[in-house]
């Protein structure tokens, strides 16, 4: 069985309210949020204007028509509550478009008896996401004139019991539809989907920087490899001039340095012949001279 959502919020400045008229009448070119499709945005409608308003001014409208109070309004007063209408992704699949606005305009109907149909601002509903839902905006005027947020909106307990109405009034109309979670379960949800992202965002960053360090040490790799590279055909000319020397060096000592040294030998040799013949000579000249 499908749910009902209802959330509200107050709103605490006149920028933060011109931020939500910005979402909910389509104002900007580009949104973060992927699910919206703004060539489907001509499908979004508003059951409250029949044209887009400006929110403030609108605002301020509602109070001069509708407060009845003594006292000057603070500066700091909520003049705005803003909220959001949906179920899930199932309860829409096979419901018309017909049926959609339907659930819509009974929802619209809920806010009017709650809250009063002339402090309603708007009740948009988007057709442009995954999920169609209705945001809804109402100036948190008392049955008795007076401007109050506290005493509209109440506390906790009251909010669920505001939740417990609204369910109960979609079933009323045979919606059949179960009551949503309460805030803190949800916002609990959120906090742990929230953890998850950061932690996934964390093993990503992890992800990206081991890559990014794996990218560097290629890189440096490459580097070297073209250094590498560089010396070898440096060297190879080096190489080649160191084996010519080495092979001569070679034919030296086992060819010509043998030879050389066997004609020093003979040269060695055939000197000491000729010494000694020189000196039989002298031997010879010296007997002659004696006689």
């Not at 949906?86 to 829409?92: C, G, H, N, V, W």
Request: aromatic share 8%; net charge neutral.
């Amino acid at each position: 069985m499908s749910y009902s959502i209802i959330r509200v919020a107050r709103v605490k400045s006149k920028t933060n309210t011109t931020g939500i008229q910005k979402h909910v009448q389509r104002e900007n070119k580009n949104y973060e949020n992927d699910d919206i499709d703004l060539e489907k945005s001509y499908l979004n409608y508003d059951l409250v204007n029949d044209s887009d308003i400006d929110f403030n001014q609108k605002i301020d409208e509602k109070i001069e028509q509708n407060y009845a109070g003594k006292r000057k309004i603070r500066n700091d007063a909520i003049k705005h509550i803003d909220g959001v209408i949906t179920s899930d992704e199932d309860f829409f699949k096979f419901k018309s478009t017909e049926d959609i606005k339907s659930f819509f305009e009974d929802s619209k109907q809920f806010l009017e008896n709650e809250y009063g149909k002339e402090n309603l601002l708007y009740a948009t509903v988007h057709m442009d996401e995954k999920t169609p839902h209705m945001h809804y905006g109402f100036v948190p005027i008392t049955e008795d004139g007076r401007l109050s947020a506290k005493e509209v909106i109440g506390n906790k307990k009251s909010l669920t019991e505001f939740q417990d109405r609204f369910n109960q009034y979609l079933n009323d109309k045979g919606y059949r539809l179960e009551r949503g979670e309460s805030k803190n379960k949800t916002e609990r949800k959120h906090r742990q989907v929230e953890q998850y992202k950061s932690e996934t965002k964390y093993h990503e960053k992890e992800k990206e920087f081991a890559r990014q360090t794996l990218k560097g040490t290629e890189k440096q790799i490459q580097n070297h490899q073209r250094l590498i590279d560089h010396y070898k055909r440096e060297i190879k000319p080096i190489k080649a001039s160191y084996d010519n020397m080495k092979s001569e060096l070679k034919d030296w000592e086992e060819i010509k340095l043998p030879k050389l040294k066997k004609e020093a030998q003979n040269i060695e040799n055939q000197k000491h012949k000729e010494s000694k013949k020189i000196e039989d000579l002298k031997q010879e000249r010296d007997r002659h001279l004696d006689i």
